[in-house]
T-cell receptor
Framework: SAVISQKPSRDICQRGTSLTIQCQVD?????MFWYRQQPGQSLTLIAT?????????ESGFVIDKFPISRPNLTFSTLTVSNMSPEDSSIYLC?????????????FGEGSWLTVV | AQSVTQLDSHVSVSEGTPVLLRCNYS??????LFWYVQHPNKGLQLLLK??????LVKGINGFEAEFKKSETSFHLTKPSAHMSDAAEYFC??????????????FGTGTQLKVEL
């Protein structure tokens, strides 16, 4: 299985600030994604991180709020901007070994953000 | 668009008895289906996946799932529950994301409780 590591694992943030989450994957991973899991909820895809270009966002998510970078194949960052308590969630980095629906997607352990 | 319905939000079993977690999917073509498990304060771990090969799929920790196209179901089973199986289980279908790669659509999750 692919190895995916994220940091920070947890943080408590002040309202109005921004926080950047880093994700490192191993070389098996070709595609990288960011998901959000709100308290007591299931996971929702935020965006696909594209190497060297702008991320592709799912409906309901915008670049100004969740800027994403992927400067190389194995590293990506997600920033949660101008945070409010509604942004308190687990943010998960994930990676796939290929673009097809049958390729397994692996997950990091998540970054647990609490906004106060 | 594809969707997943997990029919039970909570399932409680006694240790040593069978586990059945139910999942129905909606898809316009042959889907890839997954079961993931999330232990408390942990990331997501892949249990098993179906990708149009054998309809009975065996996974880790004694879990298996059967793909039934006629019933659009992908129920997860285990013959004998163990205390360590207590966790949240997600049924997932793979779709095309906005980024062109494989986007996972998650069910709402089933919380499995195992009692002595």
């Amino acid at each position: 299985s692919a190895v995916i590591s994220q940091k920070p694992s947890r943080d408590i943030c002040q309202r109005g600030t921004s926080l950047t989450i880093q994700c490192q994957v191993d070389s098996q991973v070709t595609m990288m994604f960011w998901y959000r899991q709100q308290p007591g909820q299931s996971l929702t895809l935020i965006a696909t991180a594209n190497q060297g270009s702008e991320a592709t966002y799912e409906s309901g998510f915008v670049i100004d709020k969740f800027p994403i970078s992927r400067p190389n194949l194995t590293f990506s960052t997600l920033t949660v901007s101008n945070m409010s308590p509604e942004d308190s969630s687990i943010y998960l980095c994930s990676g796939s070994t290929g673009p097809f629906s049958g390729n397994t997607i692996y997950f990091g352990e998540g970054s647990w953000l609490t906004v106060v | 668009a594809q969707s997943v319905t997990q029919l039970d939000s909570h399932v409680s079993v006694s240790e040593g008895t069978p586990v059945l977690l139910r999942c129905n999917y909606s898809s316009s073509y042959s889907p890839s289906l997954f079961w993931y498990v999330q232990h408390p304060n942990k990331g997501l771990q892949l249990l098993l996946k179906y990708t149009s090969a054998a309809t009975l799929v065996k996974g880790i920790n004694g879990f298996e799932a059967e793909f039934k196209k006629s019933e659009t179901s992908f129920h997860l089973t285990k013959p004998s529950a163990h205390m360590s199986d207590a966790a949240e289980y997600f049924c997932v279908v793979s779709d095309k994301g906005a980024g062109g790669g494989n986007k996972l659509t998650f069910g709402t999750g089933t919380q499995l409780k195992v009692e002595l």
